[in-house]
């Protein structure tokens, strides 16, 4: 989407600085992506028998979770042509493997503020799509009240998760939100949310994009572990996920997604594969991801 008075944002000419930076970052969150993905190979691999349909229907899922939340993106970023916004996202996705648990938050932002935008849009941005991915969580994980075999306190909370996640989509409580940050940081942010249309459409490409990445552990859960319970497997997920969203201290979530997936499951499930299905769905998870980021960086020059 162009910028409101219909021109897109100046941007300044690459220089080599920003081109060594841009670099540099990209190989560091590939490395550690890599790393990650070792050391999860070398915790499942004796535990896992691979089907070529579960790993090929996962890494297709979680690719288009990723394109879903490149969309999220752009629906915030009303001031950046849409395709600009994607690339920015793309590009940004490997700092999360960077220790530090800042590196995402600082590739959008810095790359968003490359483009034409000032640093505190860029930051608010990032905030908002944060809070609208947890809105989509809230909404989405409500399906868990639907499966009897989860306690009952999970059921009913799952129930007002989805109440809280609509309200998240109001604009109005949101600039509450906005206006708040304001007071405490003593900062300016008038006229820094999107209109009410840009939330619902960023609301709406987090819930699908979410759907895709509970079918993904479907899609590797019910081969690792053999259930059949396609809506235990995804709204378990679900909750898990959201779960270890929210554990900010928690890189990525890690432990505390497990932890949950087990309990939740628990009554069917025994523990050994639950978590084998979990972290071989985390490798599945960080391989899409990098190939979305190779693919981007080969196709797109947006942001360069």
Avoid at 139 to 167: D, K, M, T
Avoid at 230 to 237: D, K
């Amino acid at each position: 989407m162009a910028a409101s008075n219909g021109r897109a944002p100046t941007r300044p000419q690459p220089t080599t600085m920003w081109r060594t930076v841009r670099v540099v970052f990209g190989l560091l969150g590939l490395g550690f992506a890599v790393l990650a993905m070792r050391g999860t190979w070398a915790e499942v691999e004796a535990d896992i028998t691979w089907s070529p349909v579960a790993v090929g229907g996962g890494v297709a899922l979680v690719m288009a979770t990723t394109l879903m939340a490149a969309r999220l993106w752009a629906a915030l970023n009303t001031e950046l042509p849409r395709a600009t916004s994607r690339a920015i996202y793309y590009s940004a996705i490997v700092g999360k493997y960077i220790p530090g648990g800042v590196f995402q938050f600082a590739g959008q932002v810095g790359y968003t503020a490359r483009a034409g935008q000032t640093v505190a849009k860029a930051a608010t941005t990032f905030a908002l799509s944060m809070v609208t991915t947890v809105g989509a969580g809230l909404i989405i994980s409500g399906a868990a009240v639907f499966e009897s075999s989860f306690p009952v306190l999970i059921r009913a909370l799952a129930g007002l998760g989805l109440l809280a996640g609509v309200a998240l989509t109001r604009r109005s409580i949101l600039q509450s939100v906005v206006d708040l940050a304001v007071r405490l940081t003593k900062r300016d942010a008038s006229d820094s949310l999107p209109n009410q249309q840009s939330i619902n459409e960023s609301m709406a490409w987090g819930i699908v994009g979410l759907a895709f990445l509970a079918g993904s552990f479907v899609v590797v859960g019910s081969q690792i572990t053999g259930s059949g319970n396609n809506l235990a497997l995804g709204t378990a997920f679900l909750v898990a996920w959201l779960a270890g969203f929210l554990a900010i201290p928690f890189p990525a979530g890690i432990g505390v997604r497990e932890a949950a997936l087990v309990w939740l499951l628990s009554p069917t499930l025994a523990a050994g594969p639950v978590i084998a299905a979990s972290l071989a769905h985390r490798l599945i998870t960080v391989a899409s991801e990098v190939i979305v980021y190779l693919a981007s960086r080969v196709r797109s020059r947006a942001i360069d």
